[in-house]
């Protein structure tokens, strides 16, 4: 995808949203600095162009019961384009994988981020779920210890 051309007003638009994505247009208006009406036309522009593909909550790991991050490196047997395809269709139906990269260098092809429950509940996922993926010659596994940072606002008015 093509980098949008965003201007101040644009980048305080986002920054702000990142921040709280349910102000409201007055708000989010009002700290901006615009007016209501330019402002909402920037918003749904941003909206269209893709450059805000949705608005979330940001749930606590721990207070549902998901407080552990497991890091999997992914090895394929090839890296042939039906192989690389096939693990991302299979990996994309887990609700556990919660970030999936398609790597370079490192030793690794794929780095996924799992959460679960517990360390029984990431063996199930792995011996239920990932070991059975047609095509996977390794799987390297680290727990996290502790998150010291985990961020989801993108640094945009620097």
């Not at 093509?2 to 007055?26: F, H, Y």
Request: proline share 4%; aromatic share 6%; net charge positive.
């Amino acid at each position: 995808m093509k980098p949008a051309k965003l201007d101040k007003a644009d980048r305080r638009i986002l920054d702000a949203v990142q921040r709280n994505g349910r102000m409201t247009v007055v708000e989010l208006s009002d700290h901006v600095g615009l007016s209501q009406t330019p402002c909402l036309r920037r918003l749904r522009n941003l909206e269209s162009l893709g450059v805000i593909k949705g608005y979330t909550a940001k749930v606590d790991q721990d207070a549902v019961g998901l407080p552990v991050n497991v890091f999997v490196a992914v090895n394929l047997e090839t890296q042939r384009q039906d192989q690389l395809e096939g693990f991302e269709r299979h990996i994309n139906t887990f609700p556990e994988v919660m970030e999936c990269y398609l790597m370079s260098g490192g030793g690794r092809d794929y780095l996924l981020r799992v959460v679960a429950s517990d360390i029984a509940h990431y063996e199930r996922f792995l011996k239920e779920k990932l070991s059975r993926i047609p095509g996977i010659a390794n799987i390297d596994t680290s727990f996290a210890l502790n998150t010291i940072i985990q961020r989801t606002q993108l640094p945009l008015t620097q």
